[in-house]
């Protein structure tokens, strides 16, 4: 069974887990905005600064729909994106990825990491150029699927392996099981 509620309200002591994530972005200096659909407005606003958060805007299923609205705000940004439900990310892996998207932005669309060859869509930086390429292709009616990782397949995008001491930084938790691991 999957969580059954916003993972982003999740509650780790007194904080929550979206309160967490921005709490690390924060930490390294970044700017951040929360990514968030209608029904999340008025929790979300409890939270955080109204000007952080950005309502979905672009009628697309999934994660990126949060990907084009947030890029339909600031078309000229590059986004790192970090989703709440990676929890044990750390403040090393967060500047690695930094650095690597220093190293590879002109030349590279997206830049994420990879687990054993597969692509990691939830954690990466996105290119404002890369988005708009693959917003394009959804406009155009020419965006076979609607999801991150196929976004990541078409696109001009960089890779990195996880280390084995990194892996457990990207565990994913989707249901109330892999909190018991």
């Not at 600064?49 to 805007?57: Q, V």
Request: aromatic share 8%.
């Amino acid at each position: 069974m999957r969580m059954g509620t916003d993972k982003g309200l999740m509650k780790v002591g007194d904080s929550t887990w979206v309160q967490e994530a921005v709490a690390k972005l924060e930490a390294e200096g970044l700017p951040v905005v929360i990514s968030i659909n209608e029904a999340q407005q008025v929790e979300y606003g409890k939270l955080f600064d109204p000007e952080m958060l950005i309502i979905d805007s672009v009628e697309i299923p999934g994660p990126l729909c949060g990907l084009f609205s947030v890029h339909a705000k600031y078309p000229t940004c590059d986004l790192m994106i970090m989703a709440c439900d990676l929890p044990d990310i750390q403040a090393d892996m967060i500047m690695d990825l930094y650095t690597i998207y220093d190293n590879k932005a002109g030349e590279h669309d997206f830049m994420v990491y990879s687990n054993q060859g597969a692509l990691e869509p939830l954690f990466g930086v996105y290119t404002a150029e890369g988005i708009s390429k693959i917003y394009l292709l959804f406009l155009t009616g020419q965006l076979e699927r609607f999801s991150m990782k196929h976004a990541l397949e078409i696109a001009n995008t960089y890779s990195v392996e996880l280390k084995e001491e990194q892996r457990a930084q990207l565990r994913n938790y989707n249901a109330h099981e892999d909190l018991k691991k």
